[in-house]
């Protein structure tokens, strides 16, 4: 058997392979049939629904027979929830929050790659990364600052005249950020190209910094200052109205 320890607790895996789950707090996004021994109990054919958790509770006795099962259901609140569900484009501030959190994972990347290169220099692994960080900032990432600049910043400039308050002036230094960054994406992507060609390559250590701080600062800001102002003050025939353009946007890219 397998042992894991989720804090001071250790667990032995005695079911298919699913993420062992805390018995104290008596979470287990899990779907099929698993089964794990914690101590003396163990969760058994957990069956998952929307916002609700169905599963036995089995005791098992010393000689290792079954002593005891019990059926247990658990209702979810949104605060009780182990792991946050994906957002969908129904949800297009959760979007974008979302959107946030995967540049901060490919900035992760670039910084990996930095300090990978000298050692291993644009071996397989060096190219697929250096692809896979620019097929995100090419794509994706540009449709998010269009998300943003063309769509969700108008709207939320309109509602600050509405209400007389100043959201044009960070608005405006908003996109002046995302001209700095997309010229500093400029001059990596270009060294990321040769790598992902197989090419000697090193990046720069002060510029990926500086893109990354770039980010995090920006995202940081973003989060802070315009989203929860959004989520504020945005009607839902306008969330309705982002959230179509969004996937308009990325439809658009697939044909």
Not at 1 to 7: A, P, S
Not at 24 to 39: E, R, T
Not at 76 to 102: W, Y
Request: glycine content about 4%; charged content about 30%; some cysteine.
């Amino acid at each position: 058997m397998r042992q894991r320890r989720f804090g001071s607790r250790r667990l032995q895996h005695v079911g298919v392979g699913r993420t062992p789950v805390r018995c104290d707090k008596m979470l287990a996004p899990i779907s099929g049939h698993c089964a794990y021994l914690i101590k003396d109990v163990s969760f058994v054919d957990v069956k998952r629904r929307p916002g609700q958790f169905r599963y036995y509770l089995t005791r098992w006795r010393a000689d290792n027979k079954v002593a005891d099962v019990s059926r247990y259901e658990y209702k979810m609140t949104s605060d009780s929830r182990l792991f946050k569900p994906a957002p969908t484009f129904d949800e297009p501030i959760e979007m974008l929050k979302a959107c946030h959190e995967r540049i901060a994972a490919q900035c992760a990347t670039l910084d990996k790659l930095t300090a990978y290169l000298p050692e291993h220099g644009s071996d397989a692994q060096a190219q697929q990364a250096a692809r896979n960080v620019m097929r995100y900032f090419d794509v994706a990432g540009a449709h998010h600052h269009a998300d943003e600049e063309q769509d969700l910043f108008p709207m939320l400039v309109e509602v600050g005249q509405r209400q007389g308050q100043a959201v044009g002036e960070l608005i405006a230094s908003l996109l002046g950020e995302h001209r700095s960054m997309e010229a500093a994406w400029t001059q990596l992507r270009a060294v990321l190209a040769e790598i992902a060609e197989g090419k000697a390559r090193l990046l720069e250590r002060a510029s990926v910094d500086d893109f990354k701080r770039a980010y995090a600062a920006h995202i940081a800001r973003e989060e802070r200052d315009v989203l929860p102002f959004a989520e504020a003050n945005l009607d839902r025939e306008q969330l309705a109205r982002l959230s179509a353009v969004m996937v308009a946007r990325r439809s658009a890219t697939h044909h």
